[in-house]
């Protein structure tokens, strides 16, 4: 059974910092292409940071240039994101997805972990 695992959000400060992880389990982990997307409210989801299968090089969204940080450990089976510079503009839900580089199954989503940025 896959499942994918977020922790790490919570309250914060503008101008503070957050690092969310995802675990995954049930999948073989570098065969996936890993991604972040956030959901605020009353607004669609959007996709935030991916990064591929063997991690490496990413398309961060323009909104969070400069401030978000994507990484992807094969040996842990955990993807990060590294979240500086918070803004009120970043609460939102933050899911964590998978997809198969040959579209094997899936893909799937984690549960997501709430992320508030507020004083």
């Known amino acids: 059974q896959v499942q994918l695992v977020e922790s790490g959000g919570g309250l914060v400060q503008p101008g503070g910092s957050l690092r969310l992880s995802c675990a995954a389990s049930?999948?073989?982990?570098?065969?996936?292409?890993m991604s972040w997307y956030r959901q605020a409210p009353g607004k669609e989801r959007e996709l935030v940071a991916p990064?591929?299968?063997?991690?490496?090089?990413?398309n961060i969204a323009d909104s969070v240039k400069g401030r978000f940080t994507i990484s992807k450990d094969n040996a842990k089976n955990t993807v990060y994101l590294q979240m500086n510079s918070l803004k009120p503009e970043d609460t939102a839900v933050y899911y964590c997805y998978a997809r198969h580089v040959l579209d094997w199954g899936g893909p799937y989503w984690g549960q997501g972990t709430q992320v508030t940025v507020s004083s």
């Open positions: 990064i591929p299968s063997g991690g490496g090089s990413t």
């Open positions: 049930g999948l073989t982990f570098s065969m996936y292409a």
